[in-house]
C-alpha cells in the first residue's frame, strides 16, 4: 500500500509542482493587475463571460473523444491498431471542429456585443476561438505522456505553457499596454509556440487511416461524456451568466476575482485528477483494487479538506493582501465557492465507477442534475442575496453532482469507502477554520495570512492524531518520515562546513 501510496503522491507532486509555482505567480499578477488598475472590475466581468463561451467550446471541440482515446489507449497496441485509432479520431475532429468554429467566428461581432455589451471586448472574443480550435487537438500528445508514465515532460510542457502565458500576460498588458486584448493574445501566442515541440509526440501515432468502426466505438464512449461535458462546463459558466443578468459587468468582476480565489484548491485537484485516471485504470486491473482505491480516496479528501478550511479561514485576508477593498463584498463568496470545488474534488474521486465499467451514459445524469440545481437555486437566491447567492448556487450545484455520480457509481463498481475516517476528516477540517477564524486576533493582512494558515494546518493535524484518525502504521511512516527530514537537517550545516 506505501508503495502505491507513494506512486500515485509522486505523480500528484510532479503534475503540481509546477502548477502550484505558475498559481502564486498567477496571484501575485492578478494583485498587480487590479492594485495598479491594469485591469478593472469591467474588464474581469468581460474575462468571467468571454471564459464561460471558452469553457464550453473546448468541450465540444472535442466531442468526448478525449476521454475515448485514453479509455481504449490500453486495448490498441503500437505499430496499426493505434495508429489507426488516433487517426481516426484527430480527422474527424479537424472536420467537426472546422464546422464549428467558422461559424462562431462569423457570429462572434453579434454574440459579443449582445453578451457582452461592448463592441471592444470582441477581438478578444475572436481570440479565445482561434486558440481553442488550436488547442483541440493538444490532448493526444498530452495523453500520450500521461499514459506512458511521462510526468516529468508532462509537467514540463504545462508549466511551460502557463508560466509562458503568465509571463507573456505581463509584457503584453502591462509592458505593452495592449490591457483587455493581450490577456487573450498571450493564449494564442503561446498556443502556436508549443505545437511544433508537442509534434513530437503526435507524429509517430499520425497516419492517413480512417477506420469507421473505430470511430463508432470512440464516439460510443466519448459522446454520453460530450452533454455531461458541456453542463460541467455550465456548472461555473451558467452561474456566472446567470449573475451577470441581474447586475452589470462590475459587479461581475468582483464576483469572478472572488470565484478566482476560492478555486485557489484547483491547484491540487487539477494535479491529482492528472495522476488519478492513469492510476484507477491500472490498479483496477489488481486483486485488491477496491481496498486501495478507497484508501487513496481518503488520503485525497483529507488533502482537500484541509486546503478548504485554509482557504474559509484566510478569506478576508487574502482579499486585502492580493486586490483592493473594493473587492471585499466577495469576502462570503471565497468559502462558499471553495466548499463547491471541494465537493468536485469527491465527484472526482468517487464517480471512477463509472468510467471503470463503461456506464458513462451516466455522466450527464449527474452533471445536468447539478445543473438544475445550481440554476435553479440561483434564480431564486440572486436577486436577494447577490453575490453571495451566487455563490451559494455554486455549491449546492458541486454536492448534487458527487452525490448523484456516487449514488450510480457505487451500484455499478461499488468500493468499500472509509465512513468512519472521512467523517474524522470532515469534522477536523470543520473544527480548524473555526478555531483558526475565532482564536487568531485581527492582525495586519499578510500576519493575519499567515498565522490564520499554520493555526489551521496545526488545529487539523491535531485533531485528526487526537480522534484516532491514523492507523498504527500510518503513524509509524509519520515518524520514520520526521526521523528522515531530522537527519537531513541536522546534515546540512555539516555539509555547508565542507
Known sequence: MREKLGHLGKGVAIYGAGDAAVNVVNFLLLAIYVKFGYLDTNDYGAIAVITAFEGIAKIVSRVGLDGAFMRHYH???PGGPLERMTSTIVWFLVAVNIVFF???????????????????????FRLMLVNTFLISLTFVPFHLMRLRNEAVT??????????????????LVIGLGWGFTGWYAADLILTLCLWPFLWRWM?????????????????????????????????????KMLFKAHVGLEQVGVYQNGFTLGTAIRFFTSAFE??????????????D????LSKMTTYGVAVVTLLVAGTVAVSRDVILVILTPTYLGAVPVIPLIAIGMAAQGVYLFTSIGLNLTSKTHYYPVATFSALAVGLGAGALLMPRFGMTGAAVAFALSGVTQASVAFTFARRFYPIPYEVGRLTR????????????????????PIAGLFARGLVTTA?????????????KSERAFIVELAARLRKRTAALPDANAD
Request: charged share 10%; net charge positive.
Open 274 to 287: 492528472t495522476a488519478w485516471a492513469p492510476f484507477y485504470y491500472a490498479t483496477s486491473k489488481q486483486l
Open 154 to 171: 508532462y509537467s514540463a510542457f504545462v508549466f511551460a505553457r502557463s508560466a509562458g502565458t503568465t509571463l507573456l500576460r505581463g509584457v
Open 459 to 471: 488545529a487539523f493535524a491535531a485533531l485528526l492524531f487526537a480522534s484516532g484518525f491514523f492507523r
Open 203 to 239: 507524429k509517430p501515432v499520425m497516419t492517413t487511416a480512417f477506420d469507421r468502426q473505430e470511430l463508432v466505438t470512440a464516439l460510443r464512449f466519448g459522446v454520453p461524456r460530450l452533454p455531461h461535458g458541456i453542463a460541467q462546463q455550465a456548472l461555473e459558466a451558467g452561474n
Open 425 to 444: 476528516v470532515v469534522a477536523a477540517g470543520a473544527l480548524s477554520a473555526v478555531a483558526a477564524v475565532w482564536l487568531v486576533p485581527a492582525l495586519p
Open 289 to 292: 483494487a477496491k481496498v486501495i
Open 102 to 124: 467558422a461559424p462562431a467566428l462569423a457570429l462572434s461581432g453579434w454574440v459579443g456585443d449582445r453578451l457582452i455589451h461592448n463592441i471592444a471586448y470582441v477581438p478578444a
Open 75 to 77: 486495448d490498441r497496441a
